[in-house]
């Protein structure tokens, strides 16, 4: 009985370890994904201004003065 213990402690622990193992590198994958969210928001951003500063130049050419003001 003692040794069937054991070795079931021992496959607990065995299969304990795995899991730790699992976990830590599906940490690893998170922080990574964080990352990269975090650059292509930064670059969604920079993109967006890009884009509103183009069409707010845009639509200053557009505004052009009527003749009789000129």
Do not use: C, G
């Amino acid at each position: 009985m003692n040794e069937a213990l054991s070795e079931r402690l021992e496959k607990i622990e065995s299969h304990l370890a795995h899991l730790e193992h699992l976990h830590d590198k599906l940490n690893e994958v998170v922080i990574d994904q964080a990352k990269a969210l975090k650059k292509l928001q930064t670059y969604q951003q920079r993109l967006a201004q890009t884009v509103e500063s183009m069409e707010s130049e845009r639509i200053k050419s557009d505004r052009s003065k009527p003749p009789h003001y000129q």
